[in-house]
């Protein structure tokens, strides 16, 4: 999952697995979570998101989960692909504020 | 599509010089920001505008200034650029209120100062 320090958190797994992304946020006024998917040169690419008066919403292959009790946001990714080999980010904002983002985490999806 | 391009991919100035990353959106969006990215440290936002002429400090703005005297234009200007400003500058845009929106992302540009 997103980590404080400067190392960035890496998941392996494997095509045709299931991968699940880890975020713990830090406002527990927090109302709004965002995921990107960010490629290796390119700019972030928004996933899905979830206000804080949901626990969970899907998207295409794409599920996120809010437990708002621990403070813990989840990225999951059904089915994964090649393509989906990027770094994750979180994200989340309060009152409407700007986005606070997390350190983010690899997916390296292997054959 | 939302559309959002900056100036340049790629740019290596030299300590002291003044430099100007220019990001323009094509979707009419009030909000515009600009973040750096640094390996390890997420995207830290340095700057952001809700609207032409209007400015806010982000978390890390010392040693950077910005300017939108347009709405689609939003630049940021290293005064005096200096080797710890060397990184990736990310320029987003949304549409009101900022933190309730999807921000959509330029390319980027990577900045190396010798």
């Known amino acids: 999952g997103e980590s404080v320090g400067l190392h960035l958190p890496t998941l392996s797994v494997q095509e045709g697995d299931n991968s699940i992304i880890n975020c713990a946020y830090s406002?527990?006024?927090?109302?709004?979570f965002i995921w990107y998917k960010q490629e290796s040169g390119k700019g972030p690419q928004f996933i899905i998101d979830i206000r804080s008066n949901m626990d969970k919403r899907q998207g295409q292959r794409v599920t996120v989960l809010l437990n708002k009790t621990v403070k813990h946001l989840s990225l999951q990714i059904a089915a994964t692909q090649p393509g989906d080999s990027a770094v994750y980010f979180c994200?989340?904002?309060?009152?409407?504020?700007?986005?606070?983002f997390g350190k983010g985490t690899s997916l390296l999806v292997t054959p | 599509d939302v559309k959002v391009t900056q100036s340049s991919r790629y740019l290596v100035k030299r300590t002291g010089e003044k430099v100007f990353l220019e990001c323009v959106q094509d979707m009419d969006h009030e909000n515009m920001f600009w973040y750096r990215q640094d390996p390890g440290l997420g995207l830290r936002l340095i700057y952001f505008?809700?609207?032409?002429?209007?400015?806010e400090k982000g978390d890390i703005p010392e040693g950077y200034s910005v300017s939108r005297e347009k709405k689609e234009r939003f630049s940021l200007i290293l005064e005096s650029a200096s080797t710890n400003q060397t990184s990736m500058y990310l320029c987003?845009?949304?549409?009101?209120?900022?933190?309730?929106?999807?921000?959509?992302f330029g390319p980027g540009t990577r900045l190396t100062v010798l």
């Open positions: 505008s809700y609207d032409v002429k209007m400015k």
């Open positions: 987003a845009s949304s549409p009101p209120p900022s933190g309730y929106n999807e921000q959509f």
């Open positions: 994200a989340e904002s309060f009152s409407g504020y700007a986005l606070n």
């Open positions: 406002n527990s006024a927090s109302d709004y």
